[in-house]
């Protein structure tokens, strides 16, 4: 005897979806910084073992693929691993990746043997300069006459924000430009990373980065300077203009380093 198909399941409305994908990314993103900020505060310390997937689920309110995606990126971080008749181990402090560093200069309480909040953030000050610096001097001879055209304008929007906090964001865009112009692409990427690693560090201590008021000048004398092939010079200039200013800021920071 002939039966009825069944009725095949009526699709989700598209806006509908997209509010189940967002609210299920958002718990993710939840249990992650929950469990980041425990991690660099000493809640789970370094060679600890995290609660088992269902309790550890059951503190947090969340679910186990929820858990199990948010520990996942937690790994990418360096942060924990899974260890064979341990479950979910927390890695040591020296083996974490960069990425941490903003939540832990929001969170973090280093204990004796590591470095204290206020020299980590010297600290990042120093790298910034060394890449950008390098970047610099691989680059500088690579720009052909008016291919500083983009970064100049990435200035020029620099300094139309100079006192607001998108104004870190655009003054590394200047770099990536130089970077892009010579068709740097593993310089490019890594101004990208550090770039984002610098404005979350910038972020978590409300750090107030604000243009110079040199600014313009001494960049318009590097632009020059690249495009009149004086890479040397323009790495000079620039490496100056970061160390007087920088060392502003990293004066005050040494008090409480």
């Not at 503190?59 to 996942?72: K, V, W, Y």
Request: charged letters at 30%.
């Amino acid at each position: 005897m002939a039966t009825d198909a069944a009725a095949p399941p009526e699709a989700k409305p598209e806006a509908d979806a997209e509010a189940e994908a967002t609210t299920e990314t958002t718990a993710i993103d939840a249990v992650f910084e929950k469990l980041l900020t425990d991690i660099v505060k000493g809640v789970h310390p370094s060679g600890t073992r995290l609660p088992a997937e269902r309790e550890l689920a059951r503190q947090l309110g969340a679910s186990r693929p929820t858990l199990r995606e948010a520990l996942r990126r937690l790994g990418e971080w360096k942060l924990v691993e899974p260890r064979r008749g341990s479950g979910i181990v927390v890695r040591p402090y020296r083996e974490w990746s960069i990425e941490v560093i903003g939540a832990y200069l929001r969170h973090g309480r280093p204990d004796g043997g590591q470095a204290s909040l206020g020299q980590i953030l010297i600290d990042m000050f120093a790298m910034r300069r060394a890449v950008v610096t390098e970047v610099i001097r691989l680059t500088a001879s690579r720009i052909p006459r008016g291919g500083t055209k983009g970064a100049r304008l990435a200035m020029a929007r620099a300094w139309s924000l100079r006192d607001q906090p998108a104004y870190v964001a655009e003054d590394f865009e200047v770099m990536r430009q130089i970077a892009e112009a010579a068709k740097f692409t593993p310089g490019l990427w890594l101004l990208n990373r550090v770039a984002d690693i610098w404005l979350d560090a910038a972020s978590a201590l409300r750090l107030a980065l604000r243009a110079p008021d040199d600014y313009v000048a001494v960049h318009t004398r590097f632009f020059d300077l690249i495009e009149d092939g004086q890479g040397d010079a323009a790495c000079k200039l620039m490496n100056e203009y970061l160390d007087r200013h920088d060392s502003r800021i990293v004066d005050v920071l040494k008090a409480i380093a």
